[in-house]
């Protein structure tokens, strides 16, 4: 059973010190876990007892190709109308609780874990059962190419996909996909990324696609842009186009995160709308 952190919210006691790792630059962004309270929550139209983090949207300066939410479900909490952009694809990840998914009239039961792909303007429903329901929601306005077919939605679950081992790394380092890199019906793909303690991203990755990385579980020290930052779970990272990167993750556990990159498009001559 997958142990992945959840925000619980709250508010820090008055006698708190302020001092936290919390980073906006043009490069990246980190925002720590101990940022994720009730005050900073959003709400949604058409969802019922049901609360959000935006951890990250389309801004200037900030990122351009996605947003992400986690999802807070109380008891029974979900929403029968969810989306109202029909053009935004969506990947939902299970991290806690349970509940279940009407995806174009077939039920999923959920559990953490579970992993939801959403092609645009996908009819959806969904509920959580009594002990709550948290996952994240990542969002992407879909690429249409004219002559590729559609993606299909799809239900499935971490455990039923063997994590691919990075070259050269013994296992140290994998990733856990999802959907085929050569699949080019998909623009964008959001997997779950593997470091064993002592694993490391072993240069400074610089490449085209954007980043969004929240921490599953563990600790690592992370390279972003010219800075060493330290990370631990409940933390996210946002990752401009081209911000150097690197990960040395530093036990005593496994280092885990959920990954989202833009990938399988050509390069827009103009800034992404939403």
């Known amino acids: ?21 919390a980073v906006f630059t043009q490069a990246y962004a980190v925002i720590p876990k101990g940022t994720l309270r009730d005050i900073t929550t959003s ?53 806690a609780g349970s509940g279940t998914l009407d995806l174009e009239g077939r039920c999923y039961d959920l559990r953490p874990g579970s992993y939801v792909f959403l092609p645009a303007a996908t009819a959806w429903k969904i509920r959580a059962a009594d002990q709550g329901l948290t996952f994240h929601w990542i969002r992407k306005r879909f690429v249409p190419v004219e002559g590729i ?14 994590p691919n081992a990075m070259p050269d790394t013994n296992g140290a380092w994998s990733t856990t996909r999802f959907v085929a890199m050569d699949d080019l019906r998909h623009d964008m793909h959001v997997t779950v990324v593997t470091f064993q303690p002592g694993g490391v991203i072993p240069f400074p990755e610089t490449h085209v696609m954007e980043h969004g990385l929240y921490v599953l579980e563990g600790k690592a020290v992370y390279r972003l842009n010219q800075d060493w930052v330290e990370v631990e779970a409940g933390d996210y990272m946002w990752l401009r186009a081209f ?6 993750a530093g036990g005593p556990g496994q280092f885990k995160y959920l990954l989202y990159k833009d990938v399988n498009r050509h390069m827009p001559f103009q800034p992404f709308s939403g």
Do not use: K
């Open 1 to 21: 059973m997958a142990n992945y952190y959840s925000p619980e919210g709250g508010l820090p006691g008055q006698n708190e010190l302020l001092t936290d790792r």
């Open 43 to 95: 709400y949604l139209p058409f969802w019922e007892h049901s609360r959000f983090w935006v951890i990250a949207r389309p801004l200037s300066g900030f990122a351009e190709s996605f947003s992400h939410y986690i999802a807070d479900l109380a008891a029974g909490g979900g929403s029968d109308n969810p989306e109202s952009d029909p053009t935004a694809e969506a990947v939902l990840f299970v991290v």
């Open 149 to 162: 077919a559609l993606p299909n939605a799809f239900v499935t679950h971490e455990d039923d996909h063997v």
């Open 243 to 248: 911000c150097p990167q690197a990960c040395y």
